[in-house]
């Protein structure tokens, strides 16, 4: 692909993006995360997958001799995993930021599909009355889960 035609198809890319997303500024990073899960997308895996490409890509440059453009080395910086520190100081306090904030967000949108498990301890059967207990308390966890996940 041609120079020119690469920059018109990122042109036309980045239009798309604007028109169709909302002020990137303004979302937080579990606002992103719910977006992704609504169109279908896991953003962990999302994340492994664009880290595991751009360092193949790096990998690839190294191959041929050539210095990976800087902005691929900070995008495998970013979508390392959280116990991988970063090669650059501003990188590393970026990613330390998002941990933080990551761990006061709360729990995020809990989906419809939740599924309890129960575990019992006892050899015999649940009798009708722990089997009624067992589902009220399964009712109240989830109201008090849906209440929390919904702010």
């Given at each position: 692909m041609s120079r020119k035609a690469r920059e018109r198809l990122f042109k036309q890319f980045r239009e798309d993006v604007e028109r169709f997303s909302p002020n990137d500024e303004s979302l937080t990073r579990g606002e992103v995360q719910d977006m992704?899960?609504?169109?279908?997308?896991?953003?962990?895996?999302?994340?492994?997958?664009?880290?595991?490409?751009?360092?193949?890509?790096?990998?690839?440059?190294?191959?041929?001799?050539?210095?990976?453009?800087?902005?691929?080395l900070h995008a495998i910086d970013l979508s390392s995993p959280a116990d991988k520190l970063p090669?650059?100081?501003?990188?590393?306090?970026?990613?330390?930021?998002?941990?933080?904030?990551?761990?006061?967000?709360?729990?995020?949108?809990?989906?419809?599909?939740?599924?309890?498990i129960r575990a019992y301890r006892s050899r015999g059967e649940v009798s009708e009355e722990d089997q009624r207990l067992l589902d009220a308390a399964e009712a109240q966890l989830r109201e008090e889960l849906k209440k929390k996940s919904d702010g």
């Open positions: 992704l899960r609504a169109a279908g997308t896991d953003p962990d895996a999302l994340r492994e997958w664009l880290n595991t490409t751009a360092r193949a890509l790096a990998n690839a440059r190294r191959a041929e001799g050539k210095v990976s453009p800087e902005y691929l090669r650059d100081e501003k990188t590393a306090l970026q990613k330390a930021r998002e941990w933080i904030r990551s761990l006061t967000e709360g729990p995020g949108v809990l989906t419809d599909d939740l599924e309890i």
